[in-house]
Structure formats: C-alpha cells, structure tokens
C-alpha cells in the first residue's frame, strides 16, 4: 500500500510537471490501477469484515484519486480508461475532517454538509464532475455510434452536476475570488475550467451538423459559449499569475495559461467564426457585437500566447497559427484596430445557465495585462491561406482531445 501511494504521489507530480505530462504517463498509470484491483481497492471496503473503518476510509480516498487520475488521463489523452464503469463498487469518502476520524473508531460518523468548508469537499465534487467525464470518454471512444439523446442527457447529466457545487467552491467572479485565500480560488479555477472543458470536448463534434441542421443548433451554442469561458479564464489566470498578482505564489498549481486547455477554445472559436464569414454578408457581420467579442476573445489569447512564446516552444507555434488565422478573419468580419480597443476581453456573450461568471467581473484591457494586441509576426509559417478543413477535422475528430 505504501508503494501504491508513492506511485500515486510520482504521478500527480507528473501532472504538475508540464514537461513530463503526456503519453509517459500511461505505463505509470496502468501500474497504479493494476496494483489497486491487485489490493481490491476497487471493492467497498464494506465486503471486508476485517477491516476497520478507518482503514476502509482510507482505502475509499486512495481509490478515488486513482480514478479521477485516470479519467482525467483519459480525457486528454483521447484513449478509453483503464477503469470502466462497473469495474468496481467502492463507494465515495465521506465529507468528513480529518479530526473527525481516527484508527481506533468504531463507526463512520456521517458526512457533514456539503455547504460546510471541509476541505475534502473539493475532492469530491470533483468526483462527481469526473463521473460524468467518465461515461463522456467512454462515449466519445466507442467504436458505435450513439444517437444524439445521449449527447443531451449527457450534458443535461453534466449540467446538474455543475449546478450542485457548493458555494464555497462556486468561481461566481474574479474579483470576489480575492477575498478568499489563493488555494480555494484555484480550486474554484480547477472546477469550473473543468466543466467548460467536458462541455467543449462533449460537443465540439456537432459543430459541423449544425451548420446544416438546427437540431444541433445547441451543440454550436454550448460549445462555444464554453469556449468563450475557457477563455476569459485564460485571460484572469495570466494576469493574477503575474509578478503581484493574487496566484503568482501559487503559480506551480494554477492551469498553464499557455496549456491545451485553451487551445480547442480557441480553435472552436476560429472554425465558427470562419464558417460565418463564409455565409453570412459582410456589411452584417460588420455590426454584430457577438462576433466582435468572439474576435476580441480571440485577439487577447493570442496576445498571451505570444507573450508566453519566448518561455514554451508550443505556445509560440500557437500564437503564430493564430495570427495567421485572425489576418485572415478581421478584413472578411469588417473589424479595425482601434475598434477591437474599445472592446472588452473574454466577455462570454451568450453563455445562459453554462457559466455563472459575470461580464463585469472579466473583463480587463490588454494594458492592464502588459500585453501588446497588435502581434503580426509569424515566425516559420509560410502559408498563403489557411486549410480551414483540417482545422475543421481535428476539432472534430474523436481519436484525439
């Protein structure tokens, strides 16, 4: 067991490190689970009746983080878990505190609400996230195609998930995340960048059917409505990362500005915008506020990613595919430099019930973020015109997140 848990803690550092992350993972991650089962972690300790309870509390704890590291994984790696649904029994940890238990307890007292600040709450509602994330990566994996209703009971599914997390662990808006300590508000960054994440990748593939069908007129919306999210939250976190800002401390645990994490949303981003300059006339695009602000959204990121450039090779490749991409889109959208000033940064512009994040509370010029908009540069890439089909199939596609 003490083996098991050393392999746990090497992995999550794995996570953290962003050099190692990726498919070096997955040999260590097949271990753990292996191990686990081979320890019958996956097995309620209720089935074992020489177990103490706070044995079999411990045993519950170890098993979740085991599952949510290979769900996670999972979900960016584009593979199937190693741990499928039915695979085991073993119940979630309760909400307890760690006074609250002992090694020679008799009994389990119960779980304290969830509204109370326990700091094992973050696990689990997590969990429950990732419970959803699993049978999503288990869907979007199958080799059968699944109708559409699973698509939206799934989301419906996520939804309800996301609506329950508690108070204390609610990301509402960023300046009001400052009256709590770093810690709790990158466990609220974690949670919600995860959430809009599973919404993107859950129904990213429909983008194409909606241009053609409006029974998947809500897949584009939640899409990119989730996108615009992800990158707001892109926007904050670089900012409060910087010297004197609120997580620069914390910055080791806070989600890379620069990571694959706001790369889709800015793809998914670019594909919509595309298709609409495509169908749609120029002299209306021209006075539409929603694809102004996607296109700010836009204008931001890249910034980021540019600034970041000099630091991570892949953030650089990024911020010249998407200078490319935004020299091509602002001529056809009608857009000026001095118009896109006037507008503000990573405001979602449509995002109802997906995101309780308020357009007061995100938006920030690109002054107070040091940043420079007008980046023109592309190093390396000589193309006259971008391959939007390409693009096109690798948000849609499934084999990879």
């Excluded at 959803?132 to 059968?144: D, Q």
Aim: glycine letters at 6%; a negative charge.
């Amino acid at each position: 067991m003490q083996t098991l848990q050393v392999m746990i803690a090497r992995c999550v550092f794995g996570f953290s490190n962003r050099e190692d992350w990726g498919a070096g993972l997955i040999p260590d991650i097949g271990a753990i689970v292996r191990i686990a089962m081979r320890l019958g972690l996956h097995r309620d300790p209720s089935h074992f009746s020489n177990m103490t309870p706070f044995q079999g509390e411990m045993r519950r704890r170890i098993w979740t983080i085991i599952c949510q590291i290979d769900t996670l994984s999972s979900f960016h790696l584009g593979m199937p878990a190693a741990i499928r649904t039915g695979d085991g029994d073993t119940e979630a940890p309760r909400n307890l505190l760690d006074t609250d238990i002992d090694d020679a307890m008799s009994e389990l007292p119960p779980s304290r609400p969830f509204s109370q600040h326990v700091p094992l709450g973050y696990m689990l509602v997590k969990n429950d996230i990732l419970g959803v994330m699993k049978r999503i990566v288990e869907s979007l994996n199958s080799i059968h195609e699944e109708p559409y209703e699973v698509v939206l009971q799934l989301d419906r599914d996520l939804a309800q998930v996301y609506a329950m997390i508690p108070a204390y662990l609610r990301l509402n808006n960023w300046e009001n995340a400052h009256n709590d300590p770093p810690y709790l508000v990158l466990q609220k960054v974690q949670l919600d960048t995860l959430y809009h994440q599973i919404v993107s990748v859950l129904h990213r593939r429909y983008l194409r059917e909606a241009r053609t069908d409006s029974k998947y007129a809500v897949s584009e919306q939640r899409c990119v409505d989730s996108s615009m999210v992800l990158l707001s939250h892109q926007t904050m976190i670089y900012k409060e990362s910087q010297p004197g800002g609120y997580l620069n401390p914390n910055f080791r645990y806070a989600i890379p500005p620069e990571g694959m994490n706001f790369t889709l949303a800015a793809m998914v981003l670019c594909l919509y915008l595309q298709y609409r300059t495509k169908t749609k006339r120029e002299d209306l695009l021209s006075a539409n506020t929603k694809d102004q602000k996607l296109f700010q959204a836009l204008n931001t990121s890249h910034a980021i990613w540019k600034h970041l450039s000099n630091e991570h090779h892949e953030a650089g490749k990024v911020a010249n595919v998407l200078d490319k991409i935004m020299g091509q889109l602002r001529p056809r959208l009608s857009l000026l430099d001095d118009r896109l000033s006037a507008l503000e940064p990573g405001v979602p512009f449509s995002c109802g019930e997906s995101s309780h994040i308020s357009a007061q509370s995100t938006t920030r010029s690109e002054s107070s973020l040091n940043l420079n908009i007008n980046c023109t540069e592309s190093e390396g890439i000589e193309m006259s015109d971008v391959n939007w089909d390409v693009w096109d199939s690798f948000v849609q596609g499934r084999g990879s997140f």
